[in-house]
């Protein structure tokens, strides 16, 4: 059974850091993209971007290109989305999902059950 | 980047109504389309992909059709677990983006 699960729920301050997980199981980890994707408190779904555990490539959406850092570990199975300075406005459930193949063309098959990432000084 | 649209933003169904949602792109988009049910404080699911494939344990009431730009969700009778929000996704190009949703609540 694929599953996806996600790190728990975290509470920041504005100006720190921040690294939240996503351990994948169930399938060939190295064989399929890992993307992330926020969903602000009431909003739609927002794609961040993507890694291919098998050699760590990524891509990030415009929006966010600059502003979080996606990495993997596949010895470990898992990927990881990570702040150097969190704003209040990253205040937001984040999800991890698995694409149905190695590129952006393929739909998002698996989800974790997201992390909620709260910052408020 | 290319736009989603989707109409209505929400609708009132009873059970076993057909609903009909639909989902525009500001360019073509071929048939790479996706779309995805969320219900309250849960992860989306995916219920459809490349417009018209349904994905594996989804009932068959789901069906999905439409090419190029503009693309439709139907739900042909429409049951109490499905009052939830309906998001489509294009990933015929980068970045592969969502629509704005569309919620399904109960009349």
């Known amino acids: 059974e694929v599953q996806l699960v996600q790190s728990g729920a975290e509470v920041k301050k504005p100006g720190e850091s921040l690294k939240i997980s996503c351990e994948g199981s169930?399938?060939?980890?190295?064989?399929?993209?890992i993307a992330w994707v926020r969903q602000m408190p009431g909003k739609g779904l927002e794609w961040m971007g993507i890694?291919?555990?098998?050699?760590?490539?990524?891509k990030y959406s415009p929006s966010f290109d600059g502003q979080v850092t996606i990495s993997a570990d596949k010895s470990i199975r898992t990927a990881y989305l990570q702040w150097s300075s969190l704003k209040a406005s990253d205040t937001a459930m984040y999800y991890c999902?698995?694409?149905?193949?190695?590129?952006?063309?393929?739909?998002?098959?698996?989800w974790g059950q997201g992390t909620l990432v709260t910052v408020s000084s | 980047d290319i736009q989603m649209t989707q109409s209505p933003s929400s609708v009132s169904a009873s059970v076993g109504d057909r609903v009909t949602i639909t989902c525009r792109a500001s360019?073509?988009?071929?048939?790479?389309l996706a779309w995805y049910q969320q219900k309250p404080g849960k992860a989306p699911k995916l219920l459809i992909y490349?417009?018209?494939s349904l994905q594996s344990g989804v009932p068959s009431r789901f069906s999905g059709s439409g090419s190029g730009t503009d693309f439709t969700l139907t739900i042909s009778s429409l049951q109490p677990e499905d009052f939830a929000t309906y998001y489509c996704?294009?990933?015929?190009?980068?970045?592969?983006?969502f629509g704005p949703g569309t919620k399904v609540d109960i009349k």
């Open positions: 996704q294009q990933t015929n190009s980068f970045p592969p983006v």
């Open positions: 490349t417009a018209s």
């Open positions: 169930g399938y060939i980890y190295t064989s399929y993209c």
């Open positions: 360019q073509d988009i071929i048939s790479w």
């Open positions: 890694i291919y555990p098998g050699d760590s490539d990524t």
């Open positions: 999902a698995r694409l149905a193949g190695s590129s952006y063309y393929h739909p998002l098959d698996y």
